[in-house]
Every structure is written in C-alpha cells, then in structure tokens.
C-alpha cells in the first residue's frame, strides 16, 4: 500500500507569489489534515478535510486555503507569499476525522526569498 | 494554540541507556499520542493511549499517562542511534473536534 505522497518535496518561491501543493493520501482514506511546522513555532494545525468538507480550520490568515477532491486528494494554497512562510508544510491522512492513528508524508519543504 | 509542552527540549544520552520524556497539556483529553519524527522529514505514528488507560508498551516503548496531572510520559528503554529524532506529544479533545494539537516536540540525540 503506498503511503501519503506530498508533492513538490521542494519549492523555491519570490515574496508575493503564490503556491500550490498537494498531497495524496492512502488509497482508503477520506480524511486529510495539513500542518505547518518551523523551527520557532512546532507543528501548526491549518485544515483539515473529510469527504471534501472542512472540518477545521487553524488559525491561519485567509492567504492559506485548501481543497479536497472527490478521490480525497487535497491540496492547499498559499497566496501573497511572505518570508515567513518558509516551512515544512506536512499533511496527514487517515480514514476518519477520529481514527487513531494519522499517517503523514515527507512534507513539502517551501523556502520564500 | 499548543496543548502539549514536552519536557526536555533536547536530551543527549549514551546508546542503549534509557531515555524519558514528559509531555503536559492543559484541557482534558481523548487519547494522547506519541509520534517520532526523523529529521526533516515526516511524523511516525509510535503509540496512542486513552484517556482511561494508565500504562501502554510497544516493544522498548512503555508510556504512561496520569490525568490527574495532565501529564504523559515516554520512556524507551536500551537506546539506539537509530532512535535519534524527534519526539511529539499530540492530544485530542471532543471539544477540538478531534483536531490533533501537538507539543513541541522533544529533540532526542543517542551518542554512539
């Protein structure tokens, strides 16, 4: 079974660009969660998707979005790129909102410059 | 906001010593869980206790939980430098809607 693929791995991107980044859960499961983590302020909850819903939603500015699809692939959006968005930008995927267990990719490393 | 607090922030031992890490949070939870994150690189599912459960083992793992005190412990036992990584606490409340909210994370180093 494959496990939940993140892609680019790397992005580069300039101040006031935005990006899009995806994330592919395991086949089966409907549920994705995103995460920001930087070295000053741990993992970071932005969303989380079921079934194309939003369940949650973190305390992010309006610049970060996401979207899930009928295969339960999701990508998430940032606009307007500020230097401080550099992170490693995680999602997890599991059959439920409530399931024990959250399997996460490798992340997508974003650097803004 | 971060429920969990992991205390150390960073623990440097000898291999095959014990190792232990504590985590705290703040509001009562479902079930706590702990994960392994190597560096840079994503999380690993380690082992989830519930709210109701005082003690949980997983080959050398043994965590302990005491909701008295808010407060979760991890304790891997004969140290490998294969263990050298990140360590997070996460919770999740009903009142969270199931939302994960993580510590900060131990950072765990096994000297050779």
């Known amino acids: 079974k494959a496990g939940v693929t993140q892609t680019p791995r790397y992005l580069i991107k300039t101040r006031g660009q935005q990006v899009t980044l995806s994330c592919s859960p395991i086949s089966g499961h409907r549920s994705v969660s995103w995460y920001q983590q930087t070295p000053g302020q741990g993992l970071q909850f932005l969303f989380e998707?079921?079934?194309?819903?939003?369940?949650n939603k973190g305390n992010f500015p309006g610049r970060f979005s996401g979207r899930q699809f009928s295969n339960s692939r999701s990508e998430m959006n940032v606009s307007t790129l500020e230097l401080g968005d550099s992170a490693l930008y995680l999602c997890?995927?599991?059959?439920?909102?409530?399931?024990?267990?959250?399997?996460f990719g490798q992340g997508t490393r974003l650097t803004v410059v | 906001s971060q429920q969990g607090e992991e205390d150390p922030q960073a623990l440097s031992i000898q291999e095959g010593e014990n190792a232990t890490m504590n985590c705290s949070y703040k509001?009562?939870?479902?079930?706590l869980q702990w994960y392994r994150q190597n560096s840079g690189r994503g999380l690993v599912h380690l082992i989830l206790i519930r709210s109701n459960e005082r003690e949980k083992h997983s080959g050398r793992l043994r965590v302990t939980l005491d909701t008295s005190k808010k407060s979760s412990s991890l304790l891997i036992t004969a140290s490998r430098a294969a263990d050298t990584a990140s360590y997070f606490c996460a919770t999740d409340t009903m009142d969270s809607n199931y939302q994960l909210i993580w510590g900060a994370g131990t950072k765990l180093i096994i000297k050779p």
């Open positions: 998707y079921f079934s194309e819903t939003q369940r």
């Open positions: 509001t009562s939870i479902n079930n």
């Open positions: 997890a995927s599991s059959y439920t909102p409530q399931a024990e267990e959250a399997f």
